[in-house]
């Protein structure tokens, strides 16, 4: 199983961008998928994720703002980050959570 994620770049606050994570192989409608970030010099932390069925959970401080979406159709899952802050500045990953498979990472950047 092979992740790519794209989507990322540069960004004013207030602005939105859509990540998107398509996955080669098998086993993407079955399984969890899940975003995360890690800013410099912080953990890496989940921001959205999604069930096989579409069940979905976010973190707190992107509630309202951040949806995530996926598409077995074509084997990708997507995030929607809408209003976006300094703060939300970070490295986006995506994770398959059956296997325990990771995207290479994208980067965004909201400037104020």
């Known amino acids: 199983v092979q992740l790519q994620a794209s989507g990322g770049g540069l960004v004013q606050a207030g602005g939105s961008l859509r990540l998107s994570c398509a996955a080669s192989?098998?086993?993407?409608?079955?399984?969890?998928m899940g975003w995360y970030r890690q800013a410099p010099e912080k953990r890496r932390e989940l921001v959205a994720g999604?069930?096989?069925?579409?069940?979905?959970n976010y973190a707190d401080s992107v509630k309202g703002r951040f949806t995530i979406s996926r598409d077995n159709a074509k084997n990708t899952v997507y995030l929607q980050m809408n209003n976006l802050k300094p703060e939300d500045t970070a490295v986006y990953y995506c994770?398959?959570?059956?296997?325990?498979?990771w995207g290479q990472g994208t980067q965004v950047t909201v400037s104020s």
């Open positions: 192989g098998s086993g993407f409608s079955v399984s969890p």
């Open positions: 994770s398959m959570l059956r296997g325990g498979y």
């Open positions: 999604i069930t096989s069925g579409g069940q979905v």
